[in-house]
């Protein structure tokens, strides 16, 4: 996808992968909204909308450019994930997301088991490049995708402190391996709209493992980059979390995925709805 100029790609990747541990308990359903901006500068919304039920989940994204941006572009997305919490994490069971801007579209659609790829699809295809590190078997196991990385159990269902961010999500996207290594760096309160309370804040480093390109500037950049942090609220009637903000320096400056409101109907559930 090239919905915005390569030097910002990785950071909004990495932004969207935080946007999007413990068995929840109880149901909701939660809809949030996301300003997506650049140096200050609005260009875009996203939305992320689900259900939990039990120990299952489903969530549903979409994004779109705006202004200058997408006048140019036309970038567009969206993506949906199933599963389950299994012990200390989810165990995604379907990912699938599909991306558009002016130039070229691609789908990516994943079946998972037991935090494993049981089969992949990607249209086009990625691009064999010489410096493109080897994606293994080994890298297709043990992970989740990262829609599914939205949803952060917090054992015990304590949300303050260390226990909401002190984690590593090891993310495959269907072309890339990688790990966000999450670590406390402090609370505050926030107030938007549907949710006023405190939040956790979390220090993110992206670590690339394999399917990434070594010999590109913005890999090397990322890798080091130190300003990428993301902000946790809890989703009542659970034991999760959910990203309300996500901020990214990128090589052109930083962008920010930052939530306008974020509502959350505990117990409610699409089945409970339709009874």
């Known amino acids: 996808m090239k919905p915005v100029p ?16 413990a068995s929840p308990a109880g149901a909701a359903s939660l809809d949030a909204t996301y300003d997506v901006s650049l140096l200050g500068l609005s260009f875009g919304t996203a939305t992320l909308s689900g259900q939990v039920e039990d120990s299952a989940y489903k969530l549903d994204v979409t994004a779109r450019l705006t202004g200058l941006v997408g006048g140019f572009t036309g970038g567009r997305g969206s993506g949906a994930a199933t599963g389950s919490f299994a012990g200390a994490k989810p165990s995604p069971a379907t990912f699938a997301v599909s991306s558009a801007s002016s130039s070229e579209s691609r789908t990516v659609r994943m079946a998972l088991e037991r935090n494993a790829v049981r089969a992949l699809e990607i249209e086009p295809p990625i691009d064999a490049k010489p410096d493109r590190v080897e994606l293994k078997d080994g890298h297709r196991r043990n992970v989740m995708d990262p829609i599914s990385a939205f949803l952060m159990p917090v054992e015990g269902g304590s949300k303050g402190g260390g226990a909401a961010c002190n984690r590593t999500l090891p993310i495959f996207d269907g072309a890339a391996r990688y790990d966000i290594k999450l670590s406390y760096a402090g609370s505050r309160e926030i107030a938007i709209d549907g949710y006023r309370g405190p939040i956790s804040i979390c220090k993110a480093r992206y670590v690339p493992i394999a399917g990434h390109r070594a010999l590109r500037p913005s890999t090397k950049f990322m890798a080091e980059n130190r300003e990428i ?11 999760l979390m959910v990203p309300v903000r996500i901020s990214v320096k990128t090589m052109i400056g930083t962008a920010v995925i930052e939530a306008t409101s974020l ?12 009874d």
């Open 6 to 21: 390569s030097p910002i790609l990785p950071g909004l990747g990495l932004a969207t992968a935080l946007l999007l541990a």
């Open 229 to 239: 942090s993301t902000w946790l609220a809890p989703v009542s009637g659970t034991s």
């Open 263 to 274: 509502k959350v109907d505990p117990g409610t559930t699409a089945s409970a709805r339709r």
